[in-house]
Nanobody, 128 residues
Framework: VQLQASGGGSVQAGDSLRVSCAISERTSSPYDVGWFRQAPGKEPEFVAATNWSGGSTYYADIVKGRFTISRDNVKNTVDLQMNSLKPEDTAVYYC??????????????????????WGQGTQVTVSS
């Protein structure tokens, strides 16, 4: 499984941006997908996650109400719509995938080590 993140860019505070994660192949095993971000000198930070169907979504408190994760299993993409962006949202955004299990909780999705596959990241820069 390969993931390709795209859609990053430079915007002003208050603007919106949509980043997308393309999953390279369909498999017989469904995958849940998460978005993380990493600012320079900081640890990777959980942003949002969705289960394989898109029926369950999870968010970090700091983005709740501003960011929306969605997936299209026909196109094999998972998007992160980011609204009301702030300078502190500046980071490289990564998408990651893990085999879907019904017993996962948000604590599973929050841990980078839970994920089996990672994309290469896309830079998001928000200026004040």
């Amino acid at each position: 499984v390969q993931l390709q993140a795209s859609g990053g860019g430079s915007v002003q505070a208050g603007d919106s941006l949509r980043v997308s994660c393309a999953i390279s192949e369909r498999t017989s095993s469904p995958y849940d997908v998460g978005w993380f971000r990493q600012a320079p000198g900081k640890e990777p930070e959980f942003v949002a996650a969705t289960n394989w169907s898109g029926g369950s979504t999870y968010y970090a408190d700091i983005v709740k109400g501003r960011f929306t994760i969605s997936r299209d299993n026909v196109k094999n993409t998972v998007d992160l719509q980011m609204n009301s962006l702030k300078p502190e949202d500046t980071a490289v955004y990564y998408c990651a995938a893990l085999r879907s299990r019904s017993y996962y909780s948000i604590s599973t999705y929050q841990l980078p080590d839970s994920y089996d596959y990672w994309g290469q990241g896309t830079q998001v820069t928000v200026s004040s």
